[in-house]
């Protein structure tokens, strides 16, 4: 069995910082890539920031600048280095695991933490 558990949301000022964490436990898998969303109230999901295993990165337009994506392979842990956060960063933040369990390719998603910013 895989869990993918977030954690670090909370509420912070504009123009302030946080730092999401997101672990992938288990055991008989690689990771392939993994990936931060976020779901605003009344909004989709969208896609924030993503690493693969390769190292490759891509950020969403709206946190290019801001948001920094990074991981450690020793602890199965990606973060999300949130910087100069906006009213318009609140929302839900989802981890996503792209992985390789027993020879089969599945994502997961872990429960989300809430992230808000406001004065």
């Known amino acids: 069995q895989v869990q993918v558990v977030e954690s670090g949301g909370g509420l912070v000022q504009p123009g302030g910082s946080l730092r999401l964490s997101c672990e992938a436990s288990?055991?008989?898998?690689?990771?392939?890539?993994m990936a931060w969303y976020r779901q605003a109230p009344g909004k989709e999901r969208e896609l924030v920031a993503v690493?693969?295993?390769?190292?490759?990165?891509n950020y969403a337009d709206s946190v290019k600048g801001r948001f920094t994506i990074s991981r450690d392979n020793a602890k199965n842990t990606v973060y999300l280095q949130m910087n100069s956060l906006k009213p318009e960063d609140t929302a839900v933040y989802y981890c996503?695991?792209?992985?390789?369990?027993?020879?089969?390719?599945?994502?997961?998603w872990g429960q989300g933490t809430r992230v808000t910013v406001s004065s």
């Open positions: 690493i693969t295993s390769g190292g490759n990165l």
């Open positions: 288990g055991s008989g898998f690689s990771i392939n890539a």
């Open positions: 996503q695991a792209d992985l390789t369990r027993w020879s089969t390719r599945s994502v997961y």
